[in-house]
C-alpha cells in the first residue's frame, strides 16, 4: 500500500499525455502510471485536473510584509525606505512573526514547496529580523523550506563596521545567503558587492544582492558581480535580484554582462511586481530585467513575488502565478511555459534545489499542486486556485481549507 496516491491527474511538462495516477512513499513519488493498481493510505481524485510541479519563490521580504495598512504605499523606492525605516526599530519580534507567517500560510496554500526571504540586518536592528526569519523557517519545516538571506539595508555606510560584523554573525547562526544592494552605493558598488562576495565565500553561503534596482543607466554592476562570482569560486551560487538599469544598458554593455552572467552561472531573478510600482516614476520606464535577452544569452532567469502589502508594494498576494503572469505582461513574453518555469525549476535552481524541467517520474521529490483547471487550460493566464497541495509526500493545503482563523463556508442545514 502506498502513503498517498492522486488519482486522475494530468502533470504539466514532461511529455506525459493524459492523465495518470501518481503514487507517493518516503516523500518521494514513487509511481506514475494510468490506473495504478493497488491503493493508497490516502487518495485524492483530481478529476482529470491539472497537476503542477513545486512553485518556489526566490524573493520575499517578510520582515516588511503586511505594513501597508500602517505605512501606506510610497512614491518611490526611497520612499518606500524611509517609510519602513522610520517603524523599524520598533518592529517586535511578535510582530515579524505575526505577519511572516501569514504571508507563508499564503503561499503554502498556492502550492509553494521553497521560499527565500531577505532579512534586515545592521546595526540598528542588531539580528532581530534574521532571528525571526530564522525562527519562521523552524516553525515551517515539513510545509514548506525557507531560506533566509542576511540582507544589508541600503543606508548603511559601506565603511560601518558594527553592521558588517552583525551580516557575519548572521551568516554563523545559519542564514543561507548573504544579501546588500548597489543601486544607490553610486562608486561604492565594487566594494560593496566585493565585501559581500568575499563574507559568503568564508562562511560557503550563497550570495543575493539587490542589484541595480535604479533605472539610473549608469550604474551597471552584473559584469563585476560575475568577475567577483568566479573569483571567489562561487559560480552558480550567486543571485543578482531585479537587475533593473541592464534594461537602459547600451548594447554592447548589455552583451558583455550577460555572456560574463552566464559563464559564472549568475542567476537573475526578475521582481515585476514591485518594479512596476517602484520604477519609472519619472520616465515610464517599465524597470524589469531585460528576461528574453537573459535567456537568449543563457542566464538562468527566475520570478518572485518580493514585497507582499507593504510601502514598496501595497498589493500582492505571494502567488508565484501571479508575479509569473504580471512577468509576462511587462516582459512580452510569451505563455506558460516559459513563465511557469520561471517559477518553477528555474527559482529551484536559484535556491541550489535539484530542479528540472523533468519533474514528475519515480524518485523525483513528491512536491506538487492540483491546478483547478483542464489540462489544455492555461494556469498563469486564469491563476488557477490549488486546491490540493502537497510538499515531500505530505498534504499540506486541502480543498475544504478556508482561510485561516475564519470558519468554513458550507450550506446551512
Ligand atoms: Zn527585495
Known amino acids: ?19 495518470v495516477d501518481v503514487a507517493v512513499d518516503g516523500g518521494h513519488i514513487t509511481a506514475v502510471a494510468p ?104 516553525n515551517y519545516a515539513g510545509r514548506i523550506a525557507i531560506q533566509v538571506v542576511a540582507f544589508q539595508p541600503a543606508g548603511v555606510p559601506v565603511d560601518d563596521e558594527e553592521s558588517w560584523r552583525r551580516l557575519a554573525e548572521a551568516l554563523r547562526i545559519g542564514c543561507d545567503a548573504a544579501g546588500g544592494t548597489t543601486g544607490n552605493r553610486g562608486g561604492e558598488a565594487p566594494r560593496v558587492m566585493e565585501r559581500v562576495v568575499r563574507l559568503a565565500a568564508g562562511a560557503q553561503c550563497m550570495v543575493d544582492l539587490h542589484l541595480d534596482e535604479t533605472l539610473d543607466p549608469a550604474t551597471q554592476n552584473l559584469a563585476e558581480l560575475a568577475r567577483l562570482a568566479r573569483r571567489y569560486g562561487l559560480e552558480g551560487r550567486v543571485a543578482a535580484s531585479h537587475c533593473c538599469s541592464l534594461s537602459v544598458a547600451t ?56 514585497n507582499v502589502q507593504d510601502p514598496f508594494l501595497p498589493a500582492g498576494n505571494a502567488d508565484p502565478l501571479l508575479a509569473a503572469q504580471l512577468l509576462g505582461i511587462a516582459a512580452q513574453l510569451p505563455g506558460p511555459e516559459s513563465l511557469l518555469e520561471a517559477v518553477t525549476w528555474r527559482a529551484g535552481r536559484v535556491l541550489g534545489l535539484a530542479a528540472g524541467r523533468d519533474w514528475c517520474h519515480p524518485a523525483a521529490p513528491a512536491s506538487f499542486s492540483v491546478a483547478d483547471c483542464g489540462p489544455r487550460e492555461d494556469p498563469v493566464a486564469c491563476l488557477a486556485p490549488r486546491p490540493l497541495c502537497v510538499y515531500e509526500g505530505r498534504v499540506v493545503r486541502t480543498p475544504e481549507e478556508c482561510a485561516p482563523g475564519l470558519l468554513p463556508v458550507r450550506e446551512r442545514a
Request: proline fraction near 4%; include cysteine.
Open 251 to 306: 548594447a554592447a554593455q548589455r552583451a558583455e554582462a550577460i555572456g560574463l552572467a552566464a559563464e559564472a552561472r549568475i542567476h537573475v531573478i526578475a521582481l515585476p511586481l514591485t518594479n512596476l510600482y517602484l520604477q519609472g516614476r519619472d520616465s515610464g520606464l517599465r524597470g524589469i530585467a531585460p528576461v528574453a535577452e537573459l535567456l537568449a544569452g543563457g542566464v538562468n532567469v527566475a520570478c518572485g513575488s518580493d
Open 1 to 19: 500500500m502506498h502513503e498517498l496516491v492522486i488519482r486522475n491527474a494530468c502533470p504539466w511538462g514532461g511529455g506525459l499525455a493524459g492523465s
Open 35 to 138: 490506473a495504478l493498481p493497488g491503493c493508497g493510505r490516502q487518495e485524492w481524485e483530481a478529476g482529470g485536473r491539472l497537476l503542477l510541479p513545486a512553485l518556489v519563490d526566490p524573493h520575499h521580504h517578510l520582515d516588511k510584509a503586511c505594513l501597508a495598512r500602517e505605512l501606506g504605499g510610497a512614491s518611490d523606492l526611497a520612499d518606500a525606505r524611509a517609510r519602513f525605516a522610520s517603524l523599524r526599530p520598533g518592529l517586535t519580534r511578535e510582530s515579524h512573526i505575526e505577519r511572516g507567517s501569514r504571508v507563508v500560510e499564503w503561499a503554502i496554500r498556492h502550492g509553494v514547496s521553497a521560499l527565500r526571504t531577505h532579512a534586515d540586518v545592521d546595526r540598528v536592528v542588531g539580528l532581530r529580523h534574521v532571528e525571526a526569519a530564522l525562527e519562521l523557517k523552524s
